[in-house]
């Protein structure tokens, strides 16, 4: 079935710092990309689209100069938590799909922690 | 925001009996998914059902979807300790270009 890489899986990291969480999918193209945040024990809570070649769809109350979004080519999105703190704390993880309203092939997370 | 509902929210059973986990959603959906998630991981796809779907079936998992009540439920039969894990329903809302999941069912199974 289809792949989908994210990395890193995990990242400490000092506030005030950027972080940059990669996401390819392996062997389909994706003109769309998904990323999510997810609390302990929560769902998953849809934060953007990702859209190859064109600026990403942020969900509402998602703010986009925190989490900017890159997506550059059909096989590699990019999440980066601008100047993280304590808060922004989270698994992150992206998803992908080879066709449009199927199904999704997710990476395998990242947990952001951040001192 | 969310627009399924799962219950319950926490599920702990005897290996070797079954579990039901069920969804339900607000709004007209193209189909409806279920995922697997270990703790820590990303989501595994289990299966899809479409709107004009009642009823699938994928090894010990089935799946039933009842539009005119908005709900869905899996079932899984004949459960292992391997199958431990949080179970998401999902929904393809028409005109919706995304997913959204339900709040999710923690089973656990005993062995």
């Known amino acids: 079935g289809a792949v989908v890489s994210q990395h890193p899986s995990r990242v400490i990291c000092k506030s005030g710092t950027s972080v940059k969480i990669e996401c390819r999918s392996l062997?389909?193209?994706?003109?769309?990309m998904f990323w999510y945040r997810q609390f302990p024990k929560q769902s998953l809570m849809l934060m953007a689209t990702?859209?190859?070649?064109?600026?990403?769809?942020?969900e509402q109350g998602v703010e986009k100069d925190k989490f900017l979004i890159n997506h550059a080519s059909l096989t590699l999105s990019t999440l980066t938590v601008t100047s993280a703190h304590p808060e922004d704390s989270s698994f992150y993880i992206c998803s992908a799909s080879p066709r449009q309203g199927e199904k999704l092939f997710f990476g395998s997370g990242t947990q952001l922690s951040v001192l | 925001s969310q627009q399924g509902e799962e219950d319950p929210q926490a599920l702990s059973i005897q290996e070797g009996e079954n579990a039901t986990m069920n969804c339900s959603y607000k709004t007209s959906i193209n189909n409806l998914q279920w995922y697997r998630q270990n703790s820590g991981r990303g989501l595994v796809h289990l299966i899809l059902?479409?709107?004009?779907?009642r009823e699938k079936h994928s090894g010990r998992l089935r799946v039933t979807l009842d539009t005119s009540k908005k709900s869905s439920s899996l079932l899984i039969t004949a459960s292992r300790a391997a199958d431990t894990a949080s179970y998401f329903c999902a929904t393809d809302p028409q005109g919706a270009q995304k997913l959204v999941f339900g709040q999710g069912t923690r089973l656990t199974i005993n062995p």
């Open positions: 059902i479409r709107s004009n779907e």
């Open positions: 990702s859209n190859e070649g064109s600026k990403a769809t942020y």
């Open positions: 062997d389909f193209q994706a003109t769309t």
